[in-house]
């Protein structure tokens, strides 16, 4: 099992960054894909990014293509989701996932959520 728990969100106005941070507990944090998602108010919860065990591989929803880097630290047990040229329509709770396959829906373990609002 990994626990998965989010930080850095918060308020930013559009055309900003932010820096989602995901830290996971357990020794077999690099043994597993990870996943950011996100729900918006009245929405299903959608895919944003994932990134392989190894680092070597990324995957993006279209809407961030360009604009979101996933990126991990092995050594640090930690993930992260680079944020820039922020849009209204970015603003959502945002939620790590970890999952033994790479894919982008039905992860097996799921952080709380960081709530990022962006101000036009």
């Known amino acids: 099992q990994v626990q998965l728990v989010e930080s850095g969100g918060g308020l930013v106005q559009a055309g900003g960054s932010l820096r989602l941070s995901c830290a996971a507990s357990?020794?077999?944090?690099?043994?597993?894909?990870m996943g950011w998602f996100r729900q918006a108010p009245g929405k299903e919860r959608e895919f944003v990014a994932a990134?392989?065990?190894?680092?070597?591989?990324?995957a993006y929803a279209d809407s961030v293509k360009g604009r979101f880097t996933i990126s991990r630290d092995n050594a640090k047990n930690t993930v992260y989701l680079q944020m820039n040229i922020l849009k209204p329509e970015d603003t959502a709770v945002y939620y790590c996932?970890?999952?033994?396959?790479?894919?982008?829906?039905?992860?097996?373990?799921w952080g709380q959520g960081t709530q990022v609002t962006v101000s036009s």
């Open positions: 996932a970890a999952d033994r396959i790479f894919k982008r829906s039905d992860y097996a373990y």
């Open positions: 990134i392989t065990y190894t680092g070597f591989t990324t």
């Open positions: 357990g020794r077999s944090f690099s043994s597993y894909h």
